[in-house]
């Protein structure tokens, strides 16, 4: 069941997966809807909220489905438009919403609506579907993204005789948004999906929709007002539906997909990712303070999309050429782990396999402003295969146990779509969900709690962001805050111990109380807050009263209130409110007599059954 809530993407917590890599469930080698259903279970348990989809359409994959040649069906490695709805289905009925790419910038050459094009007479609606032009000098401005394996933006079709737009790879000719016969139909596929229930969808490419003369063709005004458009028309047709923009830009213009709240609901910030990864290896927090003043603040209604990894190469292309080379030198000695303007590894190699730096940045990942979206396989901290060409390495199958293909599929070997991971520090046989499970010390089990934790403090999805400005920039601090609840988290971006003073004034008397472990930490006072931290420490605190924060257990005077939008029988049944109800009980019972504990606390509360009385029937008796 789905909770009723427009803004339910502030409070989720996002799993990408690709359909391919996640689960085989016929036995072919290549993984595909009904895999991805079956482990829906692992997901929820997991704490994933929502789950976004790679590519699963018809297409040639040489792009790996980002090269579309039908929009409207399911490509059949992957199953039917009936696995696609239990998908939906499965989902929804776990409280798991779906989030689909709608790749609309460029389709594969092999479209119909293409091969249509380069035969239509010139100047047709037909062939205006894409951008063509008589000679390859137009638009100089224009960067190539596919550095390494493109020259140019365009490309001829010796059918058209004439040369085609394309941002991507030279089998992926831009769509003409100039056309108004383009902009309805993609607002047509966007209501094939929308109405079977699709809860959101990922703009890929989305800066580059239109093209102008004169300009580098990125974020033009035209791409605003059909952003704008598309907004209008999902909205006056489908609640509760998000847009979340892959627009790789500097912060300035990537704010600018939120229009005003009008465009996108969500957007990656890029500049910000590859700017954690320096922050650490700099031990500075500069990097990251730096990028967050320069964000702008944007509508109520609208959230950053965070991310460490996914599933392209971490792309360095909203850093200076400065700071590119020192994330090449840092993190990609080996040039083989180097692919256009980025790096192919996943975040654990990343990290040098270091779990403290790695835990460290999935706390800055769920604590800072906005919502998380894990790479699938990160969770365990899966590792890659930097040999496999293109962007594969970070692609390759999930790693469910230690039996044969990792357990992801039953085929032969040599069938998969991709080898297994088998080095030696990522072996399969080691890192598996299976092995982690059994072991409550395992990254994946951290991750759980780690998630768990993010999801009773309504905070870190809708709170205010204060950063504190500590003397010792090697500690990264900052305060959230929303609707009377205050987090603080402090951050050791250093390999060695740190002390920090931090100006907690504004919180003169509160109580910082450690989340994890509860512990009460010494009430603030107005001189500076004193904190030691071990290598790559971090602590989540909730800053609390003095008063309220019971010594001796004594009944609370006012029972704790907690507002649902419908039906109050809802806290039993919608995990987002049960949890919610689950983070007020520790206080509520801990003010019991019968607790009586005074040096004990309760961590946290699960419920596990819920047992109907009918009151009535209680009453007669
Ligand atoms: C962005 C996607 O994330 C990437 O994987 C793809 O290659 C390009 N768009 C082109 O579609
Ligand atoms: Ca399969």
Same mark, same amino acid.
């Not at 550095?147 to 831009?174: G, I, K, L, M, T």
């Not at 109520?300 to 965070?306: K, R, T, V």
């Given at each position: 069941?789905?909770?009723?809530?427009?803004?339910?993407?502030?409070?989720?917590?996002?799993?990408?997966?690709?359909?391919?890599?996640?689960?085989?469930?016929?036995?072919?080698?290549?993984?595909?809807?009904?895999?991805?259903?079956?482990?829906?279970? &692992?997901?929820?348990?997991?704490?994933?909220? !929502?789950?976004?989809? $790679?590519?699963? #359409?018809?297409?040639?994959?040489?792009? %790996? =489905?980002?090269?579309?040649?039908?929009?409207?069906?399911?490509?059949?490695?992957?199953?039917?438009?009936?696995?696609?709805?239990?998908?939906?289905?499965?989902?929804?009925?776990?409280?798991?919403?779906?989030?689909?790419?709608?790749?609309?910038?460029?389709?594969?050459?092999?479209?119909?609506?293409?091969?249509?094009?380069?035969?239509?007479?010139?100047?047709?609606?037909?062939?205006?579907?894409?951008?063509?032009?008589?000679?390859?000098?137009?638009?100089?401005?224009?960067?190539?993204?596919?550095?390494?394996?493109?020259?140019?933006?365009?490309?001829?079709?010796?059918?058209?005789?004439?040369?085609?737009?394309?941002?991507?790879?030279?089998?992926?000719?831009?769509?003409? &948004?100039?056309?108004?016969?383009?902009?309805? !139909?993609?607002?047509? $596929?966007?209501? #094939?999906?929308?109405?079977?229930?699709? %809860? =959101?969808?990922?703009?890929?490419?989305?800066?580059?929709?239109?093209?102008?003369?004169?300009?580098?063709?990125?974020?033009?005004?035209?791409?605003?007002?059909?952003?704008?458009?598309?907004?209008?028309?999902?909205?006056?047709?489908?609640?509760?539906?998000?847009?979340?923009?892959?627009?790789?830009?500097?912060?300035?213009?990537?704010?600018?997909?939120?229009?005003?709240?009008?465009?996108?609901?969500?957007?990656?910030?890029?500049?910000?990712?590859?700017?954690?990864?320096?922050?650490?290896?700099?031990?500075?927090?500069?990097?990251?303070?730096?990028?967050?003043?320069?964000?702008?603040?944007?509508?109520?209604?609208?959230?950053?999309?965070?991310?460490?990894?996914?599933?392209?190469?971490?792309?360095?292309?909203?850093?200076?050429?400065?700071?590119?080379?020192?994330?090449?030198?840092?993190?990609?000695? %080996?040039?083989?782990?180097?692919?256009?303007?980025?790096?192919?590894?996943?975040?654990?190699?990343?990290?040098?396999?270091?779990?403290?730096?790695?835990?460290?940045?999935?706390?800055?990942?769920?604590?800072?402003?906005?919502?998380?979206?894990?790479?699938?396989?990160?969770?365990?901290?899966?590792?890659?295969?930097?040999?496999?060409?293109?962007?594969?390495?970070?692609?390759?199958?999930?790693?469910?146990?230690?039996?044969?293909?990792?357990?992801?599929?039953?085929?032969?070997?040599?069938?998969?779509?991709?080898?297994?991971?088998?080095?030696?520090?990522?072996?399969?046989?080691?890192?598996?969900?299976?092995?982690?499970?059994?072991?409550?010390?395992?990254?994946?089990?951290?991750?759980?709690?780690?998630?768990?934790?993010?999801?009773?403090?309504?905070?870190?999805?809708?709170?205010?962001?204060?950063?504190?400005?500590?003397?010792?920039?090697?500690?990264?601090?900052?305060?959230?805050?929303?609707?009377?609840?205050?987090?603080?988290?402090?951050?050791?971006?250093?390999?060695?111990?740190?002390?920090?003073?931090?100006?907690?004034?504004?919180?003169?008397?509160?109580?910082?109380?450690?989340?994890?472990?509860?512990?009460?930490?010494?009430?603030?006072?107005?001189?500076?807050?004193?904190?030691?931290?071990?290598?790559?420490?971090?602590?989540?605190?909730?800053?609390?009263?003095?008063?309220?924060?019971?010594?001796?257990?004594?009944?609370?005077?006012?029972?704790?209130?907690?507002?649902?939008?419908?039906?109050?029988?809802?806290?039993?049944?919608?995990?987002?409110?049960?949890?919610?109800?689950?983070?007020?009980?520790?206080?509520?019972?801990?003010?019991?007599?019968?607790?009586?504990?005074?040096?004990?606390?309760?961590?946290?509360?699960?419920?596990?059954?819920?047992?109907?009385?009918?009151?009535?029937?209680?009453?007669?008796?």
């Amino acid at each position: 069941m789905l909770k009723n809530d427009p803004l339910w993407f502030k409070d989720a917590i996002i799993y990408e997966v690709p359909v391919r890599a996640f689960a085989d469930s016929n036995g072919d080698g290549i993984g595909d809807l009904r895999g991805l259903t079956e482990k829906l279970d &692992y997901l929820q348990d997991l704490g994933v909220t !929502a789950i976004w989809t $790679l590519p699963f #359409f018809p297409s040639p994959l040489r792009d %790996d =489905g980002y090269d579309i040649a039908d929009y409207r069906s399911i490509n059949s490695i992957y199953g039917n438009i009936e696995d696609f709805q239990q998908l939906l289905d499965a989902a929804h009925d776990r409280g798991i919403r779906v989030i689909i790419e709608l790749v609309v910038n460029h389709t594969s050459d092999k479209h119909p609506w293409f091969q249509r094009a380069r035969r239509a007479p010139k100047g047709s609606v037909e062939r205006d579907f894409y951008v063509w032009s008589d000679s390859a000098d137009k638009f100089p401005e224009v960067r190539i993204i596919f550095q390494d394996f493109e020259n140019s933006n365009w490309a001829w079709d010796s059918v058209a005789q004439a040369y085609y737009w394309h941002r991507f790879f030279y089998h992926q000719p831009d769509l003409n &948004y100039e056309n108004p016969a383009v902009q309805d !139909a993609v607002l047509e $596929l966007a209501d #094939f999906w929308l109405s079977m229930g699709v %809860d =959101g969808m990922r703009l890929d490419a989305v800066p580059y929709l239109c093209v102008e003369e004169g300009t580098n063709c990125e974020n033009l005004p035209g791409t605003h007002v059909f952003l704008k458009k598309l907004r209008g028309h999902i909205d006056s047709k489908y609640p509760n539906r998000m847009l979340l923009a892959e627009a790789n830009q500097w912060p300035e213009d990537a704010a600018k997909y939120y229009g005003a709240g009008d465009e996108c609901h969500m957007n990656f910030h890029f500049p910000l990712m590859p700017r954690l990864f320096m922050a650490l290896r700099m031990e500075d927090n500069f990097p990251i303070s730096d990028i967050l003043k320069q964000t702008p603040s944007i509508p109520n209604n609208c959230q950053w999309a965070l991310f460490l990894r996914n599933h392209d190469e971490l792309t360095l292309e909203m850093v200076s050429d400065e700071d590119r080379d020192y994330m090449y030198k840092a993190y990609a000695q %080996d040039p083989q782990a180097r692919i256009n303007l980025g790096i192919r590894r996943r975040l654990s190699p990343l990290l040098g396999n270091d779990r403290r730096q790695i835990e460290l940045l999935n706390s800055l990942l769920l604590s800072l402003p906005g919502t998380p979206v894990l790479y699938y396989g990160d969770e365990i901290g899966m590792g890659d295969n930097i040999y496999l060409g293109d962007r594969n390495g970070v692609r390759t199958p999930m790693q469910w146990t230690a039996d044969r293909n990792a357990g992801f599929s039953r085929t032969n070997p040599q069938r998969l779509y991709a080898p297994v991971i088998v080095d030696p520090e990522y072996h399969y046989e080691t890192i598996n969900v299976e092995a982690q499970q059994a072991n409550s010390n395992s990254l994946w089990w951290w991750m759980k709690r780690l998630i768990s934790t993010r999801e009773r403090f309504q905070a870190f999805g809708r709170g205010s962001f204060e950063l504190l400005h500590p003397e010792n920039r090697k500690v990264l601090a900052f305060t959230r805050t929303y609707s009377g609840q205050h987090i603080l988290v402090v951050a050791n971006l250093s390999r060695f111990v740190q002390i920090v003073e931090l100006d907690l004034s504004a919180f003169n008397g509160m109580v910082p109380v450690e989340i994890f472990g509860r512990t009460k930490f010494p009430a603030i006072k107005e001189y500076p807050y004193f904190f030691s931290l071990s290598p790559y420490a971090f602590y989540w605190f909730t800053l609390q009263p003095q008063q309220t924060y019971i010594e001796t257990p004594k009944p609370l005077s006012k029972l704790p209130v907690l507002t649902v939008a419908g039906n109050w029988k809802d806290i039993f049944s919608q995990a987002e409110i049960k949890s919610r109800l689950e983070s007020i009980l520790p206080n509520y019972l801990s003010s019991f007599p019968w607790f009586g504990g005074k040096n004990k606390v309760i961590q946290s509360t699960e419920i596990t059954e819920v047992i109907p009385i009918d009151y009535q029937q209680k009453k007669l008796l």
